[in-house]
C-alpha cells in the first residue's frame, strides 16, 4: 500500500513539473505612467553635472545635473516624471534657458538640449 502510494506522489510530481505555465512572469520594466528627462549641454558650462540647472515642471522644481551630449545615452541622470502636456522651465544662474510645452508618452526619455 506505501508503494503504491509513493509511486502516485511520484509520477503525480513528474507530471506537474513537465507543466508549462502560459501565466506571464512578472517582469519590472519601469514604472508605468511614467516618462524621463535628461538635460544635455556643453561640458564647459555645466561642468558636466557638477553645476546643476534649476526645473520647474507645471510648478514642481528640482535641481537637475547636466551631461555632455556622448555620456547621455550610457550615463546620463533621468529624472522620472509624469506623463502628458507638461511645462518645462529649465533655469542656470537666473538665466532662462529652456521654456516650452513638451508632450512626454509612457517610458520614453525625452533629451533637452541645453545652449
Do not use: W
Not at 534657458?97 to 533637452?112: A, M, R
Request: aromatic fraction near 10%; charged fraction near 20%; charge should be positive.
Amino acid at each position: 500500500m506505501k508503494k503504491l502510494l509513493l509511486c502516485t506522489i511520484a509520477l503525480a510530481a513528474l507530471m506537474l513539473a513537465g507543466c508549462k505555465s502560459n501565466y506571464p512572469v512578472a517582469m519590472q520594466t519601469g514604472v508605468e505612467d511614467q516618462a524621463y528627462l535628461v538635460f544635455v549641454g556643453p561640458l564647459e558650462t555645466y561642468g558636466n553635472g557638477k553645476y546643476p540647472v534649476q526645473v520647474d515642471i507645471d510648478g514642481t522644481q528640482f535641481d537637475a545635473k547636466v551631461v555632455k551630449p556622448k555620456v547621455a545615452n550610457r550615463k546620463g541622470f533621468q529624472y522620472g516624471v509624469g506623463i502628458g502636456r507638461r511645462h518645462l522651465k529649465v533655469s542656470f544662474q537666473g538665466k532662462t534657458l529652456y521654456d516650452k510645452e513638451v508632450f512626454l508618452s509612457n517610458q520614453e526619455t525625452k533629451v533637452i538640449n541645453l545652449p
